[in-house]
């Protein structure tokens, strides 16, 4: 018996001084490759039972307030609103993608609104990537207002790293469209990643101004989240404002959004994280899906310029990383053909979505924890041409969109 516990002694004492070292080893390693950033992602997630970034995270970063309007914009409640029950499929599926807010909006008429768990009609939450829309909104407003000259302007007219090392050849468009040809990796799940320093780090702007040019720009679609955090320093460059500010002034007061906005930044006196990380409401998120319904019109004021809205939602002419052509994406928008009409959607990485049928002036908002990663068309609608563009090419959208789509219509027309 004293050898068993001595032979368990020796084993776990073993264990102990094998993590430590292992500890000590890795430590040495982030140390020496400066990606300290690394102990903050650990610190908010791993620490805290979580996997990744989550849609509560405000609170762990400086932020800036966007405020709301003086005069909310109202939106109408019918008399039958929310009379619509979810199937127990559906139920299901919101369940098991964590969902926290779906609405349904036909014009300005909220036809559907429900909550889940914590999430309220006044609670906060990031929306991941689906703020790069916005940004590129701004870009247009911009352009509309000579503050950028031209889609076509070089990204070294605004920033000074891209006058040389083939970073020359970049355009403004070329980053709306994603066909920048940098070296940015965009990874959910490599903390080493660039975007996982962008998100947890506190040197933004060195970050992404040192990538490198690696390919011709305007030919191949490469998602980068890189690509939208040059668009927030262009627009910082071409206004004399801050990506907030802008946003305020243009976009928030105007469509009379009902609670105050906050974007994240990597330093209390830096930038905004602009490729991510604007927070709002549901209803407010919801309002931006209507501004783009309306192709950037919102009462009787054009918000965003009517061309540019156009030209956002059109799929880009350039081949997507199977080698297939672009049915896709737009500037910095993703598009689907759905019906004899495109739609034209917001997304972020825990299935955040705006999604907007501008044809049946229908406006879908999903917010969550999950999504689907399988980026494919449900095998049940494989054969539904509703569902797939003319080519039969459905890579691109998770397989979660097309269901929201499919309940959002249910919702409006009953069928």
């Known amino acids: 018996m004293k050898s068993f516990f001595n032979f368990i002694y020796k084993s776990l004492k073993f264990f102990l001084w094998t993590v430590l070292a292992i500890l000590i080893i890795v430590n040495l390693l982030i140390l020496l490759s400066g990606k300290l950033y690394i102990y903050k992602g650990v610190r908010h997630t791993y620490l805290v ?25 109202i939106l109408i409640i019918p008399s039958d609103y929310n009379s619509f029950k979810l199937s127990i499929n559906d139920s299901k599926l919101m369940k098991d993608m964590e969902t926290k807010a779906f609405l349904v909006l036909r014009g300005d008429t909220v036809l559907f609104e429900k909550y889940f768990s914590e999430h309220t009609q006044q609670t906060i939450s990031n929306s991941f990537s689906a703020a790069k829309t916005v940004v590129a909104l701004l870009v247009g407003i911009a352009v509309e207002e000579g503050k950028i000259k031209s889609l076509d302007e070089p990204v070294g007219n605004y920033i000074t790293e891209f006058k040389s090392g083939g970073k020359e050849k970049i355009t403004i468009r070329h980053l709306l469209m994603m066909s920048s040809g940098l070296d940015w990796e965009e990874s959910a799940s490599n903390p080493l990643s660039e975007n996982a320093e962008s998100y947890y780090g506190w040197n933004l702007r060195g970050l992404v101004v040192n990538q490198n040019a690696i390919d011709v720009p305007g030919k191949k679609f490469n998602y980068q989240s890189g690509n939208s955090q040059l668009l927030g320093y262009i627009l910082e460059k071409a206004t004399g404002k801050s990506v907030s500010v802008y946003t305020q002034e243009k976009i928030w007061k105007v469509i009379g959004a009902g609670n105050d906005a906050y974007w994240s930044m990597d330093t209390d006196a830096g930038d905004e994280k602009s490729f991510c990380c604007l ?61 004899n009409q495109m739609i034209s959607y917001c997304r972020g990485i825990k299935g955040q979505y705006i999604i907007s049928i501008p044809k049946e002036n229908i406006v879908i908002v999903r917010l969550g924890m999950k999504r689907m990663d399988n980026f494919v068309i449900p095998e049940s609608r494989q054969n539904d041409m509703k569902y797939v563009n003319k080519n039969k090419q459905n890579v691109g959208h998770p397989a979660d969109f097309f269901e929201y789509i499919r309940i959002g219509r249910e919702i409006a027309f009953g069928k």
């Open 279 to 339: 927070y709002a409401t549901a209803l407010d998120f919801a309002r931006i899906g209507l501004l783009i319904n309306q192709n950037g019109k919102w009462k009787s004021k054009q918000v965003v310029p009517e061309w540019y809205m156009k030209e956002m939602a059109v799929p880009t002419n350039i081949t997507t990383d199977e080698g297939l052509p672009n049915f896709r994406y737009g500037l910095h928008i993703w598009t689907y053909p759905y019906m």
């Open 49 to 73: 039972g979580k996997m990744g970034p989550g849609i509560y995270d405000l609170a762990i970063f400086p932020k800036t307030t966007i405020s709301k309007a003086s005069k909310k914009s």
